[in-house]
């Protein structure tokens, strides 16, 4: 009898895993104000320093720098270029969009296999932009969108989408508005 290899095979009577107590506290306690001040020294009204750099990367046709505190992220826009499924016709352009964390970006070492959050990430960008692009303009075509996370000390959703704003704003790509994004 041929197994179901798409479920997780379990016990039938469900056992919670104990939750490590102390590692919880540990993690709210980050978010912390303590006398009116973040851990990061940044007040409770204050936002984070705010850097960016168009056409950082020479090669690509649109790309950007940005730093939002500690966190630094780079995107690099490739197209509009001819579609690589030669059998696919739209009359709508498409973007493509993958992030990715730099092993070094994190506190504990990421693999450079894409996992789960990466593969979210970029959904949830794509989903951002792809409204903001005239893609009319672009027939046949796809734009090619790749990010970078450098270093991460949070917000980098936010920070992934005005990086990818910036950087199609710097290589001419046709948009009906920008997009911003910010997270408190």
């Known amino acids: 009898m041929p197994s179901d290899t798409r479920r997780i095979c379990g016990p039938a009577d469900e056992t919670r895993a104990p939750l490590d107590e102390k590692r919880i506290k540990q993690d709210r306690a980050k978010h912390v104000v303590v006398d009116g001040e ?56 498409k973007l493509t969009c993958e992030i990715k964390y730099a092993p070094f ?22 989903q951002a932009l792809e409204p903001a692009i005239i893609m009319e303009k672009f027939p046949k075509a796809q734009i090619d969108m790749y990010i970078m996370v450098l270093e991460n000390d949070g917000n980098v959703l936010a920070g992934a989408i005005n990086c990818a704003t910036v950087a199609l704003v710097d290589g001419g790509i046709e948009m009906y508005d920008l997009v911003v994004a910010s997270s408190l």
């Open 38 to 93: 973040r851990q990061d020294g940044r007040t409770c009204d204050e936002i984070r320093k705010f850097f960016v750099r168009a056409n950082a990367v020479t090669q690509a046709k649109g790309s950007a720098y940005i730093e939002t505190g500690k966190t630094k992220i780079i995107c690099s826009i490739y197209g509009p270029r001819e579609s690589l499924r030669k059998q696919e016709f739209r009359m709508k352009g």
């Open 105 to 126: 970006s994190c506190k504990k070492r990421r693999s450079p296999v894409r996992d789960a959050e990466e593969k979210d990430l970029s959904n949830i960008i794509k």
